[in-house]
């Protein structure tokens, strides 16, 4: 076989592995989607500069956006998979939601922020009025259950500030429920892990005592198949 012979197969062979790459990455990138829709207040008006965090509740991936001044967001490249959206904004009840994203299809998810003292966390502002010392320290509570939808003891649940990247981390009790102390304002990601389970992801933010009656996070583990 001639020298140009080899140099042509060659270069057919790295042109062939070239246009497989571009076809395999092409592939898995028209397989990504997308999640988009309005941040609305009580009333429906759409509610300027708050912080939309997309959170894949499998790997602990998160994408992080502020919304436009008509209220709308949009989050591209993301893999199909359970996530939790949440939204947030200085004076508002945070909006919680559970979305799953299918591949090449994207899905609508409208978040609705709500006021007062309601169920969910409230920032230091709206307690104005309140006793002295009584919001004096922030934390994020909840719970881990397992499958049969009881509390899991001994759950490791680890908080880090999505912006500065601390963390703290704590255990869960007997009942499964936990408490994480002394947070600066922000918003959380938040891993259960267990030896056996599978790791879950959540979002949340600190709230002071009393102005909440739910769990700001509620894990619920299943086994790892591994």
Do not use: C
């Not at 592995?17 to 207040?41: C, I, K, N, P, T």
């Not at 009584?134 to 680890?158: C, K, N, S, T």
């Not at 009790?173 to 947070?183: I, M, N, Q, R």
């Amino acid at each position: 076989m001639s020298v140009n012979a080899i140099h042509v197969r060659h270069l057919g062979t790295a042109l062939f592995a070239v246009l497989l790459l571009w076809s395999s990455g092409a592939l898995a990138e028209s397989r990504l989607s997308a999640v988009e829709g309005h941040v609305v207040d009580p009333t429906g008006a759409a509610v300027p500069k708050a912080t939309v965090v997309v959170l894949n509740t499998r790997t602990g991936e998160w994408r992080m956006t502020k919304e436009q001044k008509d209220g709308q967001y949009r989050i591209e490249g993301l893999p199909a998979g359970r996530y939790e959206v949440t939204a947030v904004s200085q004076g508002f009840v945070r909006d919680d939601r559970d979305v799953r994203i299918n591949p090449e299809r994207e899905s609508s998810l409208d978040l609705h922020l709500g006021v007062g003292r309601g169920s969910g966390p409230v920032v230091t502002a709206l307690h104005q009025g309140e006793p002295p010392g009584a919001f004096e320290e922030l934390y994020i509570g909840g719970e881990v259950l397992g499958p049969d939808g009881h509390g899991l003891a001994g759950v490791r649940v680890i908080a880090e500030n999505l912006k500065t990247g601390e963390t703290h981390a704590t255990t869960s009790d007997s009942a499964g429920l936990f408490v994480l102390k002394g947070f600066p304002t922000g918003t959380y990601r938040l891993k259960a892990e267990a030896e056996g389970y599978r790791a879950q992801y959540r979002l949340a933010s600190p709230t002071g005592y009393g102005s909440y009656s739910r769990p700001q996070a509620q894990f619920h583990l299943e086994p790892d198949s591994k």
